[in-house]
Structure formats: C-alpha cells, structure tokens
C-alpha cells in the first residue's frame, strides 16, 4: 500500500507524520506533498489533514485524485472542526470532500459529535502518537516541581499562552518548560526555561512533573497523552480519564497546587494509556481504516456511465475559480467562538500548518 499525505508538513510533530512514520514501520510506502517522494507513482490512499481554506487549489487536486481512482481519508484533529464550523467556505470545502467519498475520521467522540451538527458524518479514528508504547520505565520525577506547556507562535492564544503566562507570574516556586517554534521573552522570570523546538519530547517530558494543557477548544491532545505515557500528571482544559481538570486559571492553580503538595507518579494514567492509546493498536486501526478506504475506491471505479461528470458535479460550481475566500470578520463571531477568534488572530496571513499537539 502507498499513502501520500496532504495538508502537513513531514516534520516529526504533526499528526500525519506520526500516522506516516507508523505506517512505514509496517512495511506501508509514504509521500508527502512537496517532497522528493511526491513524485512517486499514483498512491494507492489520500491521507488528508487540512484546517482553513481559503482558495480551491486543493479541492480541485483532490477532485483530480478522485478521477483518478484514488479514495481519501480525511482525519479531524480540533483545529480543523472550528474552521469548518465558522468559516463558511471551509465547512463547503468539507461537505465537498465528504461528497467526494472521503472516509471521515476524528481523533475524539466530541469532535465526531461536532462534526455531526455541521452535517458531516465521522468515526472516531485512532489517536495515534510514536511515544505511546508501554516498554517506557518512567524516569524519577526532577527535583525541582516543573510544570511543561506546549506554545507554537502561531497558537500562541489557542494553547492558552495568557493562561501559562498567568500562572508563571503567580507561581515562582514552579520551574516552567515552555515548548515552542519561537522563544518568548520571559527573561524576567528566573523559573521559566525557553526551550523551542525539540526531537525528542519524551525526554522533556521526563525533566517535568506535570504537563499543562490549556487548550482554548478543550480537544485531549497528544501531548497530555505521552505524558501520561511517562508516568507524569497531565492538567488540561479536557475532561479525560487520569489528567486533572480546569476551566480557569484559578482551576489550573489549584489543581497543580495539589500536585506540587503530594508529588508522585501517575502510574493509573500510564497503564490506562498504553491500554487505549498505545502507539501499536492505534497504528493497527489506521492501517485498517486506510484498507477501508481501499475498498471504497474501489467500488466508486465500477460505476459506468457519467461518473466522471457526476463527481465533476459533485463539488460547487465555483471550483474552478481563482480568487481567494474572505476571512470572517472578527467582530462578527458569535460569542462562542472565543476559540477560533484565537486562532483567527494569528493564522489567518497565510494558514501555515503547525503541530497538533
């Protein structure tokens, strides 16, 4: 089987580079959009992540793949819902892929449930990550109780940066790792380290004693997962079995509080992890849902007649078009989009896609 991936970079931390790197430790050819291996021969499955939408450049390539026989999969990961929730022409370019025939996955039952009040059907797909396996032995906790945040740039709002930014100004007994593509200046803070982009996660997880995860959109993310793989506390804006809970810096304080005063390792969370997320059945399941799309393919290439037109049809009338789609107003979201409106103020210049952690 051969997989190209569409929609996010091959950089070790997206999600389509965690699904692309299981699937080739099972023997499966993978490509990427723009890379050498891009001009490989006809893939065989779509794997397709993609968040705003602001032209059809990619509708129309997918409709191309589709002439050309090849099924699509298309995987939500949080992000990508809220666009197609409030931007409307990325919720037409997701009706048009569903129409397509694209297998529709989503990495939690809520995102499934989201997805549904916009009219698009999905399964709960697996929640797939390289550092979730159960031969870890965690490592002893640090000395010094520190607390790991994840803040990519061009997120900064939507991961919760003036929440973390809150609770290092009321907390100077916590040592703080901060992930992310850029460094913030917190030179004025002696209990903050800056540490950018990393190859190895899991080894900054071990230096920590709980990882924080004020996620704007609520979604469980990867990260609160391999940390709990690592035997750490995770406390997070998602309610979820093993990881503490809070809606409110005043939450987060209190929650992270109780840790620092009863300091100990999360052994519930990481068995409770590696039996549910474990990076072997999760890449399983997407091996089987991929074969899945296989023969969905394949039975859309026995239709005779005016199939070609009839999936020309399928897709808007404008899907030839060149001109751009305008970006919603912010002033205009409704008041519970305080989540996308984050992700709107930073995004929108040119929607480059960074990691969902």
């Not at 190859?199 to 469980?220: A, K």
């Not at 990076?279 to 849902?289: I, N, V």
Request: overall charge neutral; aromatic content about 8%; some cysteine.
């Amino acid at each position: 089987m051969h997989v190209h991936f569409v929609g996010e970079p091959d950089d070790g931390i997206t999600v389509s580079s965690h699904h692309a790197r299981a699937l080739a430790e099972r023997e499966v050819e993978v490509s990427f959009d723009g890379s050498e291996t891009a001009s490989s021969p006809k893939p065989d499955v779509i794997h397709l992540v993609t968040y705003g939408q602001r032209n059809y450049r990619l509708l129309r390539s997918l409709v191309a793949a589709r002439l050309a026989g090849v099924p699509l999969l298309r995987y939500w990961t949080g992000r990508d819902v809220l666009w197609a929730k409030v931007h409307s022409a990325s919720r037409a370019f997701a009706h048009a892929v569903v129409r397509l025939g694209a297998i529709q996955l989503a990495r939690t039952q809520t995102l499934v449930d989201d997805l549904a009040r916009i009219g698009i059907a999905a399964s709960p797909g697996p929640m797939l990550s390289l550092h979730v396996f159960n031969t870890y032995e965690p490592e002893p906790l640090p000395g010094v109780f520190t607390a790991l945040c994840h803040l990519p740039t061009a997120r900064r709002d939507f991961c919760g940066g003036r929440w973390v930014d809150a609770l290092i100004r009321r907390m100077p007994s916590v040592r703080f790792l901060i992930l992310g593509d850029a460094a913030t200046d917190y030179g004025a803070f002696r209990n903050v380290e800056c540490l950018g982009v990393v190859d190895d996660v899991s080894r900054v997880i071990q230096r920590s004693t709980v990882t924080i995860v004020p996620r704007l959109d609520g979604v469980l993310s990867r990260l609160a997962l391999e940390t709990l793989c690592q035997g750490r506390h995770a406390v997070t804006t998602c309610p979820a079995p093993h990881c503490g809970y809070a809606e409110s810096i005043e939450g987060f304080v209190r929650t992270i509080r109780t840790f620092e005063r009863d300091v100990d390792f999360n052994l519930d969370g990481r068995e409770y992890v590696c039996r549910e997320y474990g990076k072997p059945q999760a890449a399983r399941q997407l091996f089987q849902a991929l074969e899945g799309c296989l023969e969905r393919g394949q039975l859309g290439l026995q239709l005779k007649g005016g199939w070609r037109g009839a999936m020309m049809a399928l897709c808007n009338p404008g899907i030839f078009g060149r001109k751009s789609f305008a970006l919603p107003d912010p002033d205009s979201l409704p008041e519970e989009a305080t989540a996308f409106h984050a992700l709107l103020a930073a995004e929108v210049e040119n929607l480059v896609p960074v990691p969902a952690y």
